[in-house]
């Protein structure tokens, strides 16, 4: 099993910035690539930004490229989510998660095999 905590979150007003952690324990072995997803309310689940699990590789979605930054220290076992320029609409709850299976950076959540309870980002207009 791996479990994954989020931390990092908060308000924030429009235009500033925020750092998410996401830190893995258990069989983190058995990580492969991480990803970040975000919920707001009454919306699905959507895809954030992923990372390989070397780091080589990465995969945003449109609403993150340019202002979202993903990386990950392996020492720690951490991924982290830089957000820059923030905006109303990223307002949610943003969920880490793992995979488990190798050779892929996939923006596809039914992919991801370990979740964690996510944090709250609030952004203020």
């Known amino acids: 099993q791996v479990q994954l905590v989020e931390s990092g979150g908060g308000l924030v007003q429009a235009g500033g910035s925020l750092r998410l952690s996401c830190a893995a324990s258990?069989?983190?072995?058995?990580?492969?690539?991480m990803g970040w997803f975000r919920q707001a309310p009454g919306k699905e689940r959507e895809f954030v930004a992923a990372i390989s699990r070397t780091g080589g590789d990465t995969n945003y979605a449109d609403a993150a490229k340019g202002r979202f930054t993903i990386s990950r220290d392996n020492a720690k076992n951490t991924v982290y989510l830089q957000m820059n320029s923030l905006k109303a609409e990223g307002t949610a709850v943003y969920y880490c998660?793992?995979?488990?299976?190798?050779?892929?950076?996939?923006?596809?959540?039914?992919?991801?095999?370990?979740w964690g309870q996510g944090t709250q980002v609030t952004v203020s207009s």
């Open positions: 998660a793992a995979d488990t299976v190798p050779m892929r950076v996939t923006t596809r959540r039914g992919a991801y095999d370990y």
């Open positions: 258990g069989r983190t072995f058995s990580i492969f690539a």
